[in-house]
């Protein structure tokens, strides 16, 4: 059982994906408020999104809200501009703050290292980055991205499979090339998400997925460094000159995969073997040709994927859901006390 407190957190997120009631729900509510509420009960959320256009009134209101709850922390997941710094140290001079940075391998010097000095705690998924936070006088807390286990979840092995190769996530220039230099060398992918043919899916159709698909890609939407991409037309040479996200980064799809049950080939990203076992909980790759290959190879093993498959879903839940990296986060805060 987890540890609770009896404190208030007054949780400050999106109650819809990007401010977009179309995009449907925020993550964050499901991530964050919900397991925040079973660590300290007596928390709130206040969701900003009929504010966003209004950056005055979105901070009075917050104030408001604030002076009315009396919060013994308020826990931020910074978007973009929201918050500025005055505003944040107006909070902070009255109660203590605490943010979440998840972007820190490419949004460090464009945003985090602005706001980080605004509040009491900082949390980073970056373990590389302590060096440039302790640079502008910042000790931050790390964390990392994890999985939330969703009513019903079954990782199991299926059945019958439904996809041989399957990826869920946005269709952007980087993927979609991706995808394309796997099918000039035999391997299709079924794709999901936002802007390819399949369309976005619900969690729980994404979990389905993730247990129903031989092998899980999770591809990265940063700018590879491969010529190829930069050679695949003008979109491709925009975002290579153009993009910030150069860096590989650990995701929240690096941990739902597996504890779905999903058999995960995941870009190779520095630090995640910190979260799993390479090769034993996880498979990885580098490049598309590389990619290619190990689906070949993983395809025609089924028990290596099996293995490799329950071994991730064991680690997964047991050490990377959200409740246990919010309860370990509260535990530096507050110590043990309740």
Same mark, same amino acid.
């Given at each position: 059982m987890p540890k609770t407190w009896t404190k208030r957190i007054l949780a400050v997120h999106m109650q819809w994906d990007y401010c977009d009631p179309a995009r449907g729900p925020s993550p964050e509510k499901s991530w964050f408020y919900d397991n925040l509420r079973k660590l300290a009960p007596a928390s709130d959320v206040f969701y900003y999104d009929e504010f966003v256009n209004d950056l005055p009134l979105l901070r009075r209101k917050l104030l408001e809200r604030a002076e009315a709850f009396g919060p013994d922390l308020i826990f931020f997941v910074p978007y973009t501009d929201q918050f500025d710094p005055p505003f944040l140290d107006a909070l902070k001079a009255k109660w203590p703050t605490c943010a979440w940075f998840g972007d820190d391998t490419w949004r460090f010097d464009s945003f985090s290292s602005k706001l980080a000095p605004h509040f009491t705690h900082v949390l980073t998924t970056d373990p590389f980055s302590l060096e440039r936070y302790a640079s502008i006088g910042v000790r931050p807390i790390v964390s990392q991205w994890a999985a939330d286990p969703r009513p019903g979840l079954d990782p199991s092995p299926p059945e019958k499979y439904a996809y041989d190769v399957s990826f869920v996530g946005g269709k952007d220039p980087v993927r979609s090339w991706f995808v394309?230099? $796997? !099918?000039? $060398? %035999? @391997?299709? @992918?079924?794709?999901? %998400? !936002? %802007?390819?043919?399949?369309?976005r899916v619900s969690f729980e159709e994404m979990d389905r997925i993730f247990r129903t698909s031989r092998i899980n890609l999770n591809l990265s939407n940063s700018v590879p460094r491969d010529i190829r991409f930069v050679l695949g037309g003008p979109i491709n040479l925009l975002k290579f000159l153009r993009s910030r996200k150069t860096a590989e980064q650990i995701k929240a799809r690096n941990f739902e995969i597996p504890l779905a049950g999903g058999f995960q080939l995941s870009n190779s990203v520095p630090g995640l073997e910190l979260y799993f076992d390479i090769g034993r909980e996880i498979a990885v790759f580098n490049g598309a040709d590389d990619c290619a290959a190990r689906i070949v190879r993983y395809l025609a093993d089924e028990p290596a994927r099996a293995a490799i498959a329950a071994a991730g879903a064991a680690r997964a839940a047991r050490e990377h859901t959200y409740l246990s990296r919010l309860e370990k986060v509260l535990g530096e805060i507050w110590g043990c006390t309740s």
């Open positions: 394309g230099r $796997l !099918a000039s $060398l %035999g @391997v299709k @992918v079924e794709c999901f %998400g !936002a %802007g390819w043919p399949n369309g």
